[in-house]
């Protein structure tokens, strides 16, 4: 997760003023020029599947994150970040079924950790999506790429569960993570959620199905660049005091935070979900509004699908597993 320590409230938006200025400078470009995606090397789903034991799973959901975030106005219901536990089986609801952790490897921290992620509707029925500080991550001089990244729709790591239990519809190793161009070249503009967005296809289950096929449901992606949206759900998996075993969602409101500096509302901008605090581990979550995906957890501000960075990694993706 992109995010800095706890401060009091008006810390927390200058220091969020700070991380839209960052990367403001490469909003005006963005805003009318689709980027190209660059792509992970194609991982062996074998050699990820035999990385992952149960153990190093449980180990990798529970992360020590200090990053930690309250919400700017009261949450509309839970506990103080507006978290609320979500009910199990997952199996049993669309936001929960669809939801899943994406497990990877840091090199740059060499360490196994978390983040969160979907199952995304498209024509491959294939992919996820998730935040690019989750796929990709600064490392001056050393690979940048996450290694060893699998997804696992509805995971359900708490005390008791088996495997089977744990990963209801399976186990789905990435084959390639897709960023955008400049991302790929300067991962640190992540710190900024504009080009925080990363789509990914996954490798056929051991039976040949597709990923979407197995869990029967996928959220349908809804682009946009400065709408508002009154009623939606963040769902993820916090870790910290959460745990990072468990799905929790938060109900919110979601305002356009503009990227420039004195803008209209209506100019392109970033998704602010006010009513939510955010937790090391829910990064990559899906911003949920009905059936459809809007955006993913990024920290103090969240990362829509623009029309500018999303279309080119979808393309890119449903071209590594294209139907017969």
Request: proline residues 8%.
């Amino acid at each position: 997760m992109i995010l800095l320590r706890s401060l009091d409230l008006p810390s927390r938006k200058s220091a969020l003023l700070l991380l839209i200025l960052a990367s403001s400078s490469c909003a005006n470009i963005s805003r009318t020029v689709e980027l190209p995606a660059v792509g992970s090397t194609k991982q062996d789903p074998e050699q990820v599947l035999r990385y992952w034991t149960p153990e190093r799973m449980r180990s990798a959901a529970h992360i020590q994150d200090p990053a930690d975030l309250t919400p700017f106005e009261p949450p509309l219901g839970g506990d103080d970040k507006g978290y609320l536990k979500m009910g199990s089986p997952y199996v049993n609801n669309m936001e929960s079924r669809v939801t899943g952790i994406l497990f990877y490897h840091n090199a740059r921290m060499n360490a196994d950790t978390h983040c969160s992620a979907s199952v995304l509707q498209s024509s491959t029925r294939s992919l996820i999506i998730t935040a690019a500080h989750c796929t990709i991550f600064p490392n001056p001089g050393g690979e940048t790429f996450s290694r060893h990244m699998l997804f696992v729709p509805a995971y359900d790591g708490s005390p008791g569960r088996n495997v089977a239990e744990m990963a209801p519809y399976g186990m789905w190793p990435v084959s390639r993570a897709y960023v955008s161009e400049n991302v790929a070249q300067n991962p640190i503009i992540i710190i900024g959620s504009q080009f925080d967005l990363s789509v990914a296809s996954v490798h056929p289950n051991g039976e040949g199905r597709r990923l979407q096929e197995v869990v029967g449901s996928a959220l349908q992606p809804v682009v946009s660049e400065s709408e508002s949206f009154p009623n939606a759900l963040t769902v993820g998996y916090p870790s910290a005091q959460y745990g990072g075993q468990s799905q929790y969602y938060c109900k919110t409101a979601l305002d356009n935070l503009p990227y420039g500096v004195g803008g209209r509302n209506a100019e392109a901008g970033s998704l602010g979900a006010s009513n939510c605090g955010v937790t090391g581990g829910h990064s990559g979550g899906p911003i949920i509004v009905g059936q459809g995906v809007v955006g993913v957890v990024h920290g103090g501000d969240h990362t829509r699908l623009r029309p500018s960075i999303y279309p080119a990694q979808v393309a890119a993706a449903e071209a590594d597993f294209p139907l017969p």
